[in-house]
């Protein structure tokens, strides 16, 4: 079986995305690590730099150091903060709109 081309939307409807810039993290819940950490596995394997993936999630580049440098430990660390941040506003959206409209006060 041909697997689907990923820069074709036809072939993308009604799969889930392999790219976790598109991810739903609160869709999967406790799963959204996991899925992460392989998809950044992946990509690591097929030679993407932690900057790559990091501009692929989103991630706004760290701040360089003093010598105008960003190592791979400064991408690790944002992007593990940016994603906590997305995971902890679905968190918060979801609990809200779980509250409904009628308990805004």
Do not use: C
Request: aromatic fraction near 4%; glycine fraction near 6%; avoid cysteine.
């Amino acid at each position: 079986m041909e697997k689907p081309h990923r820069d074709n939307p036809e072939d993308r409807r009604g799969q889930l995305s392999d790219d976790p810039a598109d991810l739903d993290v609160g869709a999967f819940g406790e799963q959204a690590d996991d899925f992460i950490a392989r998809a950044i596995t992946d990509a690591l394997a097929e030679g993407m730099s932690w900057a790559q993936i990091g501009a692929r999630l989103g991630v706004p580049p760290p701040a360089p150091d003093h010598d105008d440098v960003v190592s791979d430990l400064d991408w690790q660390e944002a992007i593990v903060a940016h994603e906590n941040a997305r995971a902890a506003r679905r968190r918060y959206d979801d609990r809200h709109r779980a509250d409904g409209p009628e308990s805004t006060p």
